[in-house]
């Protein structure tokens, strides 16, 4: 296959169509992480947005600012996934879940 000025093979050349198509057709078209991450995101919110609605409604202030922090520790984590910063990441996760743990906590004591 013909390679770019960048070294990644070029798909919209016409010559390398049949080496491209050998590979499988599965390859390149493999948008599960994308999903996957869709999936993570959207339960996630409802997650922490449901924590944080249930402290509100039976009005347990500590358990929504545990909430809170916990969204806003994901938040974070987020931010260092896109900057490339494993452990940083992994700490806010961490964080974050311990967050949530005590906001489920105090809302069923």
Do not use: C
């Not at 494993?86 to 961490?94: H, K, W």
């Amino acid at each position: 296959m013909g390679q770019d000025e960048y070294g990644s093979a070029s798909p919209f050349d016409p010559d390398d169509l049949p080496n491209l198509n050998a590979i499988g057709p599965g390859i390149g078209n493999n948008d599960f992480e994308k999903y996957a991450v869709a999936v993570i995101i959207v339960f996630g919110a409802l997650i922490i947005g449901g924590l944080m609605a249930a402290s509100m409604t039976f009005g347990h202030r500590n358990g929504f600012l545990f909430a809170l922090g916990g969204a806003t520790s994901a938040w974070i984590s987020g931010n260092a996934l896109l900057l490339d910063r494993p452990r940083i990441y992994a700490l806010f996760v961490g964080i974050a879940a311990l967050m949530l743990i005590a906001s489920t906590v105090t809302l069923v004591t």
